[in-house]
C-alpha cells in the first residue's frame, strides 16, 4: 500500500517536470532574444538545447513505465516563467535587465533541481534504475546551468546593473 502511493506520487511528479520542461523549452528562445550580455544568449541557446534533451529523457521514463507521456499543469513553474516575463517587460531596455534575466533562469534551474532530486530518490526507492539514471543525467546538467548563471551575474551582468 505505501508502495503505492509513492508511484502514484512519482508518476504525477514526473508529469509535473514534464509539462514544466516543455513550457520551459518555449521561455528560453524569448530570454535567449532578450539577453543583451553575448555570453548569457549563448548561455540561454545552450541550455535550450540541452532542454529539449530533457524532454527526450522524460518522454522516454515514461516509456520505461508503459505510459504515454502526459503533463500535468506546473503551477510553480508558470508563475517563475510569469515573473521573468514582468522582468522582461519592466527591465527592457535598462542595464539591469541581464541580472534580471539571470535571477529567473536561476529560479527555474532551481525548481527543476529540485524535481529531480526528488524523482532521482523516488526512482532508486522505487527500482526505476534505468530512469534513475536519466534524472541524473538531467540534474547534472541543470547544476552546471545554475553555476554558470551565476558565474555569470559574478563577472559581469551584475556589475553593469549597478553601474
Ligand atoms: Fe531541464
Ligand atoms: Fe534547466
Known sequence: MAEKQLDDLFFDTLKDIYFAE???LKALPKMAKAA?????????????AETEVHVERLEKVFELLGKNPRGKTCD????????????????????ALDAGLVSAAQAVEHYEMARYGTLATWAKQLGHTE?????LAT??????????LTK????SVNLKAAA
Open 22 to 24: 516543455r513550457h520551459i
Open 36 to 48: 543583451v550580455s553575448p555570453d548569457l544568449k549563448a548561455g540561454f541557446e545552450q541550455h535550450q
Open 76 to 95: 510553480a513553474i508558470l508563475g517563475i516563467i510569469e515573473e521573468g516575463k514582468e522582468i522582461m517587460d519592466e527591465f527592457k531596455g535598462t542595464q
Open 131 to 135: 530512469a534513475l539514471e536519466l534524472f
Open 139 to 148: 540534474l547534472k546538467e541543470e547544476e552546471a546551468t545554475d553555476e554558470k
Open 152 to 155: 555569470l551575474a559574478k563577472s
